[in-house]
């Protein structure tokens, strides 16, 4: 899927609704005294994100890239509030979401909802679509008991689906139908933000073209912000205003959807666009980027893609390079600009 995104800049704000400053994530077992008197050695410890700058501003999609494994999922549930970071702040509306009271927690866990990749096992198998929907909005008091029926009916249809279903379990939906409920479920609730893992890399080619209709429609008629997370660069040029490339923990690239498309500054960046199939290269032969991503256990030191990079010298392994403007409304983090500068 190619094309111009679909953009409308005055109803983009200035001012970003999430931001994340220096954010950090990492899973293992904390090593205590115990574990030390015993001789235990101390648990692995996976660096998923790793000291990440971003901002997304109220109106706008951001489109969040990579390969698997590198940690896109987990900075999209970082955004979600579903867990805390180790390191960093996230701010919601310019305030860290650590300093806001319980009521002004809970707007802003409801402010941003995610859209999950598999449909089927993001919703609860035992209970009907009407309470999938309606469940979040009657307990946090949007809504009232006698005009329940009436608002999970209105979700449904705004997320392309027929109310009379509403009785059904979800595996009596397919995939495009389920995730249509998932949808629904996060709009129920009347975020500001959606972010979206992966949201239609589950379901057939047709099915999701209708997903992402139904996404632009829904941005276009409800102002929302979105994190789009996706390893499909046809679908993210579609549906961004602006990309995020991500490399092992950290975003590597940031700008403008056009920008990133047509003038990527990266090296990883450069090679992920050159395996995207065109039909002005459709004789070339495609060949993936050389090597694996490396372990999270195990990063390696400086710039991770240095291993991977064609243009990598001794700089890339010892020193990590700085996210930094390098043209205007285009970030990188590459030493490469430092010679061309």
């Known amino acids: 899927m190619s094309g111009a995104p679909i953009v409308e800049p005055h109803r983009m704000s200035g001012a970003p609704i999430i931001e994340l400053r220096k954010v950090s994530k990492r899973f293992g077992r904390p090593h205590g005294a ?4 015993l001789g235990q050695k101390p648990a692995p410890v996976v660096q998923a994100v790793s000291g990440v700058d971003l901002s997304i501003r109220t109106g706008e999609v951001v489109g969040l890239v990579g390969e698997s494994g590198c940690g896109k999922s987990t900075l999209g549930r970082l955004v979600a509030g579903i867990m805390p970071p180790s390191a960093g702040e996230v701010l919601w509306h310019g305030r860290p979401r650590a300093g806001l009271s319980a009521g002004e927690e809970r707007a802003a866990k409801l402010g941003v909802q995610m859209i999950f990749q598999d449909p089927q096992s993001s919703l609860n198998p035992r209970m009907r679509v009407s309470e999938i929907v309606g469940e979040a909005p009657r307990v946090h008091g949007l809504i009232g008991a006698e005009g329940e029926e009436a608002y999970v009916d ?34 129920a609730v009347q975020p500001a933000m959606l972010v979206c893992d992966e949201s239609v890399a589950a379901l ?33 040029e579609h549906v961004s205003d602006r990309v995020a490339i991500m490399y092992l923990g950290r975003i590597v690239e940031e700008a403008l959807a056009e920008t990133v498309f047509s003038r990527p500054n990266h090296p990883y960046t450069q090679a992920l666009l050159a395996e995207v199939p065109r039909l002005e290269t459709r004789k070339s032969r495609f060949g993936a980027i050389q090597g694996e991503l490396p372990s ?17 010298f001794a700089r890339c392994s010892r020193e990590v390079p700085v996210l930094r403007e390098v043209a205007p409304g285009q970030r990188s983090a590459c030493h490469l600009n430092d010679i061309a500068g």
């Open 34 to 37: 115990l574990s030390r008197w």
């Open 154 to 187: 209105a979700q449904l249809r705004r997320a392309g689906l027929d109310p009379s279903l509403k009785r059904r379990y979800p595996h009596q939906f397919s995939g495009g139908q389920r995730q249509r409920i998932g949808i629904a479920r996060a709009l």
């Open 296 to 312: 999270p256990l195990n990063p390696p030191p400086g710039c991770h893609f240095h291993p991977r990079c064609p243009h990598a």
């Open 204 to 236: 057939d080619v047709s099915i999701q073209a209708q997903i992402i209709n139904l996404f632009l429609d829904l941005r276009t008629d409800l102002n929302l912000t979105c994190l789009f997370i996706s390893h499909d660069l046809g679908v993210v």
